[in-house]
């Protein structure tokens, strides 16, 4: 157990549908980092939040949002979803000197039929 | 966008060689990171080095950087099977607070 809770860990929704992924970061890690992750790609950055609060944006689609909450949770929600969509979705979060790195969690895999 | 690129794209080895794969990025870093990836799994952190260090151990992992050729190597010596995975460099660029990763090497160490 990395510290780092994602839920759920398998989703399987038609196109066009809407979800949302949740993530929990590790005790006192106050950024919380999303990332996409396609079939045999490298990881894409989405969006970063510090302590409630948007730091930055990547590769995000304007059908995808995300929030972090003042218990410091973060969910990322993706609505109108197409196949292209389909890949594993990483939450990670860290400590702002990034003295250990990134921890990430093991993943949400969406599937879009 | 992508910041490391990871080289070689894949990699097959022995047990016991060592195993070296490169990362080249782009913009000045504040430091820059080592993951391991196992199939359709999490990653793991293996190793950071920051901008001011040249080169750093953890155990059988041996990461250089060169911040004027923007480059950073990482050495797994007497290779495992276990060690089979994906390994990705991560690069967190000056200003920003993002990191970004590469596509990763590929590693496979054949028992």
């Known amino acids: 157990d990395s510290g780092v809770t994602q839920t759920p860990k398998h989703l399987i929704t038609a196109t066009g549908q809407r979800v949302t992924l949740r993530c929990s970061p590790r005790?006192?890690?106050?950024?919380v980092y999303w990332y996409q992750q396609s079939l045999d790609q490298g990881l894409q950055f989405l969006i970063q939040?510090?302590?409630?609060?948007?730091?930055a944006k990547g590769n995000i689609l304007e059908r995808f949002s995300a929030q972090q909450f003042p218990d410091l949770h973060s969910e990322l929600n993706l609505s109108s979803l197409e196949l292209g969509d389909s890949a594993l979705y990483f939450c990670?979060?860290?400590?702002?000197?990034?003295?250990?790195?990134?921890?990430f969690g093991s993943g949400t895999r969406l599937t879009v039929v | 966008s992508q910041q490391g690129e990871e080289d070689p794209q894949a990699l097959s080895i022995q047990e016991g060689e060592n195993a070296t794969m490169n990362c080249s990025y782009k913009t000045s870093i504040n430091n820059l990171q080592w993951y391991r990836q196992n199939s359709g799994r999490g990653l793991v952190h293996l190793i950071l080095i920051r901008s001011n260090e040249r080169e750093k151990h953890s155990g059988r992992l041996r990461v250089t950087l060169d911040t004027s050729k923007k480059s950073s190597s990482l050495l797994i010596t007497a290779s495992r099977a276990a060690d089979t995975a994906s390994y990705f460099c991560a690069t967190d660029p000056y200003n920003n607070n993002d990191m970004r990763f590469g596509a990763g090497t590929r590693l496979t160490v054949k028992p």
């Open positions: 939040y510090y302590n409630g609060e948007e730091r």
């Open positions: 005790s006192g890690d106050l950024s």
């Open positions: 990670a979060s860290t400590q702002e000197d990034f003295a250990y790195g990134y921890t």
